[in-house]
């Protein structure tokens, strides 16, 4: 019952099996002969200047964390906009529920200090 | 005197309170003891007056009923929180109290100058409430209660010494505790199967039909499935009642110290003397015995289950007869004598002669509580000692002791007129005529010279002789422990009267509840007497002759038996109780230690560790623990057992549904 | 015109109570000084309590809104006031816990109040999509719970942990759901339940597949055997009060939510799902109770013991009989006594500073506080099972309603592990009552710790004594 998932997987197994294939050949049959400037990440002749992980300060991931949060909820405003005729005043007392919440956990991590930078 | 029925709840529920009394309020001994005594002597008091009750109602309706309320509930489960105080109950139960007084005034004296006195009392008549519970319950799970109950207080007072290294012959008593409390769960747990046996094929676990409840009582149904068989899959099928009385005989071999499960008691008698007396000879231990006599409707039925019951029950009172005889230790040759007097009475319950086993419970309650309060007074006066080869002569020391531990020593080798007499010769004759089962009578016979070997034995090492260390200071108890011990010397002297042949008290006082014919007297049982006892006054006499006269001068402290000399192996297997504790030591506890060490280490997961990253990733493991913190690899490990998991039940789930 | 769903407010009233009250008190919370943080904590608890008294007065109400996507009905109210039991024992040990240990913050009873409420709705929902949603919120509020202790390191490596492996869990969960929907058309239990009899050939294999990985993904949080790996590390590592908070509270959510999907939404598939659960729970209980045996530190001995209980949990679905649900909500209740008053027990000698909590430091406890061993006693008897606790009725039940079922097996496994489990428990109790080895550790006995012990130990009494008004609700 899995019958249309064959081709799939026999796709899967080539594709391994190519990879592994071409490595391994280059690898048997090619010269080797590294030199210091061949295992540099750039054979360009660009000196690296450092590590390429830097350090940056967690504030950004906050700010960052916090942005998304209401940046996806603002975003169930759009569909409101379109139907709050159709929706009337529940759907106004709901909406603004939502609001509401939203306004508290503003508050919250305004007053908690998350919006300062230092 | 109907009015009078509620007196039979005061019976549990004193002691109850006397435990949480003493553990509550009272500071020091005195106090403790007093209020423990208390409410051990107005429990008696209750069950006389329960008993008194009985007397008065017609012999076939002369039971107490009565639920407090419904403890569960559930569909057609259901279990009353209520007692049953009927004849077989009320024997029980005035041998529980009234020794368990005598026991607690004893160790009113026995126990001063201990350091955790309140607690003794405390759990001593926690105890005598379980014990009763136990034998008042109206159904299995109330039953069962009490049976927990009594393990947990057998528990917690063998481990009364828990902060002694090692009390004599070398036992520590935690572990001694704690082998007491695992060996009687494998019990346990049997018992408990045999109780959902009984639910799920008998609708019931009440003994009789609860009007309260409406629930049926299950013995009476008992005998409707003597012919239904429950099938064990691939092993065939078997009997359901042969299956509930298997069950529970596994339960009673690990409560009465039964082989293979009877390896607990010797080293029981780590707990404080007192506690031997009433938990692991009088009472606790009879348990089972009382089971078997309570659920006789079952095991009358299933005749499988029966023989297995008089054959472990016989082999058990010879085999540890045997290793009675070699024991050096006073509490130990007690120890095994019990196991081997409760194998009597177990082999007496499976042959149906259950009057006759409920006689021989109750005066070895009184002979064995009267030998092991008098071997508690001998070890008081010698200090500790309990060692037998450090005793000798002590007859001109300790004359009162001498007197009624010969009187104990001959009720128990069943010397006549005394109690045990009566009832091992009822107990061998109904093997012999009623049963006409030559060989279990034999074994009986047999175990009951090596009984009188034994105890001539130790009276020998212990009074006559040579003294073998001086005990200048040795004196006889007085106050307290003096008078208990008076009053079990008359019953263990005259407690064949309860039963004698021709007037049978007992058994008429017992018939309308185990509805047994009554024994009829007749001269083969009286020629019968004669020889078993010639036997057990042989073996008595042999075995105090051997140590008194003979081999006097060879027994060394430190030294070995001069029997082995002649015995050789076989006297080694008795001393050490026929190697079952290397047995379960090298079958059983030390595979499950390693066992469990071993997974242990997998659960922990040193051993997932090596699997998974294997021989030389090893050091790339150090490498990576050195630089990250540990958390990194713990999870990946985790995650990689989880994602094994998955896998694994995916692969399972594919294979059914493609199946 | 769009009609709104009609609300029926009496099945959402008290999911109402608890996430008002912890909205309100986020801002509340605001406006109190920081040395005053119990005011929160109290506040709390009140809120918690509103939300019970408003689950006792609809004890009877059986109902569903929002589409069928939340239900009532007395199992789910019976749970959830377990779960709410739980926290508020909670909030009472850890109240004072946190200022001894200067992590009193106001969020801890408002992060529990949060976590509640996702287990109400986990426990109310009768939708795939809606559990996902409580378990999500759940699961936040625990992993910001282990790592309360901040910053102490082995709180944020519990909450870390706690994270990672969740994370993973919950994609599987998802993926399950995927193909449910897949599957059957549909994430509501009950129109699950009406496509099953129609599934045919791979639909089959996708809707089996898809509960198998549900099942994964609940399983995780109940901590089952594979799953369970997580389970010492954050318990140990996690402040006492959460870890108490989480082995009880969630658990019961979970496996509420466990019951409805396997009996409510594929109750058809039983022959499939029963035996795989029958090898789970054999495997939960081994690895729980053998795990356990070894350990030398007592919270992670809790640990491997919950994972044990969990194994036991597990038998009330594998029964699928109405005893088997009685059994369950009996156990829930039970386990939640007995082990809210052993962490009781390790809360109240747990000073500042503490990171290993080995076994040595309840030596001698009996002569030091007679009432603590007391409770530690009854708490620990009753999750071994020994009579006349809460405990043994628990268990007996649930070998009870296996046994019904028709697996032998387990109950001779249940029996046995149980026996295994007295063993290590035990030792524990042994160690009470044996004469101290090491310096006697600091004790703490404020009221509200005392309160919280207490209310627990005689729960354990209380239910092992009359069991019958709890264990026939349904």
Redesign the interface.
């Known amino acids: 019952?899995?019958d249309p998932y064959v081709p799939i997987l026999v796709m899967l197994g080539v594709a391994i099996f190519v990879a592994i294939f071409v490595i391994t050949v280059s690898r048997v049959l090619g010269p080797q002969r590294p030199t210091r400037r061949k295992l540099m990440p750039y054979e360009s002749g660009m000196e690296p200047i450092g590590p390429a992980q830097r350090r940056f300060p967690v504030k950004f991931n906050l700010v960052a964390m916090l942005f998304i949060l209401f940046d996806i909820e603002v975003i169930f405003l759009f569909p409101y906009a379109l139907?709050y005729k159709?929706?009337?005043v529940?759907?106004l007392i709901?909406m603004g529920t939502f609001f509401i919440?939203l306004i508290?956990g503003m508050?919250?991590e305004w007053?908690?200090g998350a919006l300062t930078w230092d | 005197m109907s009015d009078l029925r509620w007196v039979i709840w005061l019976i549990p529920t004193l002691p109850l309170l006397g435990a949480v009394a003493t553990l509550l309020l009272a500071r020091g001994e005195r106090a403790a003891g007093m209020i423990a005594t208390a409410a051990a002597g107005l429990s008696f008091v209750a069950t006389l007056v329960a008993v008194w009750v009985l007397q008065t109602m017609p012999a076939e309706a002369a039971r107490i009923e009565s639920v407090a309320w419904t403890w569960i509930d559930v569909a057609s489960f259901r279990v009353s929180f209520g007692l049953l105080f009927d004849r077989l109950t009320a024997v029980m139960a005035l041998l529980i109290t009234g020794v368990g007084s005598l026991i607690h005034v004893y160790s009113l004296g026995y126990m001063r100058g201990d350091s955790r006195p309140e607690r003794f009392f405390a759990y001593l008549n926690l105890f005598v409430a379980a014990m009763l519970l136990l034998v008042m319950a109206d159904n299995l799970v109330l039953l069962f209660l009490g049976w927990e109950g009594v393990g947990l207080c057998s528990f917690l007072l063998i481990g009364h010494y828990f902060d002694r290294r090692s009390v004599p012959p070398g036992i520590v008593p935690a572990e001694a505790a704690t082998k007491a409390f695992v060996v009687n769960r494998i019990g346990d747990a049997a018992f408990l199967l045999a109780i959902m046996l009984i639910f799920s094929r008998l609708g019931s676990v009440s003994f009789l039909p609860n009007a309260t409840l409406g629930t049926p009582g299950y013995l009476e149904r008992a005998a409707e499935l003597a012919f239904v068989d429950v099938q064990l899959g691939p092993l065939g099928s078997i009997g359901v009642l042969t299956a509930i009385g298997l069950l529970m005989l596994i339960g009673v071999c690990g409560k009465s110290a039964q082989l293979p499960l009877s390896t607990w008691l010797p080293d029981a008698m780590a707990g404080p003397t007192p506690v031997s007396a009433l938990i692991h000879a009088a009472t606790m231990v009879t348990a089972g015995v009382y089971l078997i006599v309570r659920n006789h409707g079952v095991f009358s039925a299933a005749p499988t289950a029966a023989s297995w019951v008089v054959g472990v029950g016989a082999v058990t009172a010879l085999l540890a007869a045997l290793s009675a005889a070699t024991q050096f230790d006073l509490k130990r040759v007690l120890a095994y004598s019990t196991i081997s007097q409760l194998g009597y009475m177990v082999a007496a319950v499976g042959m149906g002669a259950y009057a006759a086993g409920m006689f021989h419970l109750l005066t070895h309650g009184l002979f064995k509580a009267l030998l092991f309060l008098a071997a508690g007074a001998l070890i008081h006066a010698l200090h500790d000692v309990q060692d037998m080869r450090r005793m000798g002569g002590l007859r001109q020391h300790l004359p009162f002791t001498f007197r009624v531990y010969l009187v104990g020593a001959l009720a128990l080798a069943g010397i006549f007129p005394l109690a045990g007499f009566w009832s091992k010769d009822e107990i061998i004759a109904h093997a012999w005529f009623t049963a006409q089962n030559p060989a279990i009578a034999l074994i009986l016979i047999a175990s009951a010279a090596v009984t009188a070997f034994y105890m001539g034995r130790q009276v020998a090492l212990i009074f006559y002789g040579q003294p073998r260390e001086a005990h200048a200071a040795a004196h006889d108890p007085h106050g307290s422990m003096r008078w208990p011990l008076v009053v079990l010397a008359v019953g263990a002297a005259i407690g064949g009267v309860l039963n004698l042949p021709g007037v049978h008290w007992l058994s008429s006082w017992l018939e309308p509840t185990l509805a047994e014919p009554e024994a009829v007297y007749s001269v083969g049982k009286a020629v019968m007497a004669v020889i078993v006892t010639a036997i057990a006054v042989g073996g008595g006499y042999l075995g105090w002759w051997l140590y008194a006269r003979v081999v006097d001068g060879n027994i060394v402290p430190g030294k070995t038996d001069p029997a082995l000399y002649y015995l050789g192996d076989i006297w080694r297997g008795a001393e050490l109780g026929w190697g079952l504790d290397w047995l379960y030591d090298r079958a059983i506890v030390r595979p499950y230690r390693q066992c469990s060490a071993f997974l242990g280490r997998v659960v922990d997961g040193e051993a997932l560790d090596g699997l998974l990253v294997g021989g030389t990733g090893r050091t790339f493991v150090a490498l990576a623990r050195g630089v990250r913190a540990v958390q990194s690899g713990h999870a990946r490990r985790g995650l990689a057992v989880f994602l094994l998991g998955v896998v694994v039940l995916l692969a399972a789930l594919l294979a059914m549904t493609m199946r | 015109m769009i009609t709104l769903p009609v609300i029926d407010w009496t099945i959402v009233a008290q999911l109402l109570v608890v996430f008002g009250g912890a909205t309100v008190l986020l801002l509340l919370d605001l406006a109190i000084p920081a040395g005053r943080k119990q005011v929160t904590a109290y506040l709390a608890l009140l809120v918690v309590l509103g939300a019970a008294a408003v689950g006792v007065m609809h004890a009877g109400v059986s109902g569903a809104t929002f589409g069928g996507t939340l239900r009532l009905d007395p199992f789910r109210t019976a749970v959830g006031l377990v779960c709410l039991a739980a926290a508020a024992l909670s909030i009472l040990l850890a109240v004072t816990f946190l200022g001894r240990h200067q992590i009193e913050r106001g969020e801890f009873a408002v992060l529990v109040l949060f976590g509640v409420g996702g287990m109400l709705l986990l426990v109310q929902a009768a939708d795939l999509v809606v559990m996902f949603l409580s378990l999500a919120l759940l699961s936040i509020t625990l992993y910001v719970l282990a790592g309360f202790a901040l910053p102490e390191p082995r709180s944020e490596e519990a909450a870390l942990k706690y994270l990672l492996t969740g994370a993973f869990a919950t994609g599987f969960l998802v993926f399950g759901i995927a193909l449910i929907y897949g599957a059957t058309g549909s994430t509501t239990l009950a129109t699950i339940a009406a496509a099953g009899p129609g599934l045919t050939g791979e639909y089959r294999l996708y809707a089996a597949a898809g509960l198998l990985l549900l099942v994964v993904g609940l399983g995780y949080k109940a901590s089952l055997v594979p799953f369970h790996m997580w389970t010492p590390d954050v318990y140990d590592g996690a402040p006492t009060p959460v870890a108490a908070f989480m082995s009880v509270a969630s658990k019961a959510a979970v496996l509420a939510a466990l019951t409805h999907v396997l009996l409510v939404g594929f109750g058809e598939l039983r022959a499939l799902w029963a035996p795989i659960l029958a090898v789970v729970a054999a495997a939960t209980l081994l690895v729980g109770n053998i795990g356990a045996l070894v350990q030398q530190n007592v919270k992670r001995m809790l640990a491997y013991s919950s994972i044990g209980q969990a194994g036991f949990l597990l038998f009330g679905p594998i029964a699928a009989s109405d005893r088997g649900i009685d059994a369950l909500v009996f156990y829930l209740a039970g386990y939640t006594a007995a082990n809210l008053a052993a962490f009781a027990v390790l809360i109240a000698l747990e000073a500042r500073g503490e990171t290993e909590w080995s076994m040595a430091r309840l030596s001698g406890l009996w002569q030091r506080s007679p009432g603590l061993t007391l409770a530690l006693a009854l708490a620990l008897l009753s999750l071994a099972g020994v009579p006349p606790t809460a405990g043994f009725i628990a268990k007996f039940a649930m070998l009870d309603a296996v046994w019904q079922a028709g697996y032998p097996a387990l109950v001779v496994l249940g029996v046995v592990t149980s026996a295994i489990a007295a063993a290590y428990y035990l030792r524990v109790l042994l160690r009470a009552a044996g004469p101290a080895e090491t310096d006697a550790p600091p004790m703490f006995g404020d009221w509200p710790l005392r309160l919280g012990m207490a209310l627990a130990a005689l729960a354990i009494v209380v239910l092992g004594l009359a069991p019958g008004w709890l264990l026939s609700f349904s």
Do not use: C, T
């Open positions: 019952m899995l139907i159709d929706l009337g529940p759907g709901a919440v508290i508050i919250y007053k908690r």
